[in-house]
Every structure is written in structure tokens, then in C-alpha cells.
């Protein structure tokens, strides 16, 4: 992992959806600023756009799927965006947990879904 790519995470509201963007590096030490980004109670659908992500660890996944089950819960729903980095696509098939996310190529493909 690039020691100087720590993450940077902003978020927005889109066409009524919660949109949050990650820029550069997800690991141990910063992934619980997704999962409070993650927790915002009122918008139906939740986009997290990966397309600036350089590389993700299983920390960053497991707040990920918390999200899921959390807005499965709550029958609201989470769309992962890419593109995807290769590193951050290989997490997603290494641990088989690509299908348990609804992915989309890009953030305007993930509005329309």
C-alpha cells in the first residue's frame, strides 16, 4: 500500500442518494470513517464510488458488509460504483463476496439502478 494515498472520503446527496466517494487508501486504521459515512439514516439508496480507491483491506470490507446487512435491515439499498483498481476488483473475488453487493460500472450507472 502507497504509504502517501490515506484516504480522503466526502459524501454528498445525489438525485435523493447518499453518495460517498473514497480517494486513495482503505485499511485498518481509517475505515471507520466509511462506516460513519455509512451510517447516514435518511437517504433510500447508498452509492459508495470506488473508482479512486487505489487499494482496500478486509477492514474495509467488513464495514461494507455491515453496511449491507445494515441497509438490507432497513430495505434501503447500497451500490458499490467503479470502475474498480485491479487491487480492490481482487479483494472483492478472493473472498467471494462480489455477489453480495449490487456493483455498478460507474456513479451514474449506480443512480439509474
Do not use: C, K
Amino acid at each position: 500500500m502507497p504509504a502517501d494515498s490515506a484516504a480522503v472520503i466526502t459524501h454528498s446527496v445525489e438525485d435523493e442518494v447518499w453518495v460517498i466517494r473514497i480517494t486513495g487508501s482503505l485499511d485498518h486504521d481509517n475505515a471507520e470513517l466509511l462506516g460513519e459515512a455509512l451510517s447516514h439514516p435518511d437517504a433510500p439508496r447508498t452509492v459508495v464510488d470506488l473508482s479512486r480507491t487505489e487499494f482496500a483491506d478486509s477492514t474495509f470490507l467488513h464495514v461494507l458488509l455491515q453496511a449491507q446487512r445494515q441497509h438490507d435491515g432497513q430495505g434501503r439499498r447500497l451500490v458499490v460504483a467503479g470502475p474498480f483498481h485491479t487491487i480492490v476488483r481482487r479483494l472483492f473475488e478472493v473472498t467471494g463476496t462480489e455477489g453480495y453487493f449490487t456493483l455498478a460500472e460507474d456513479v451514474p450507472s449506480a443512480l439509474r439502478v
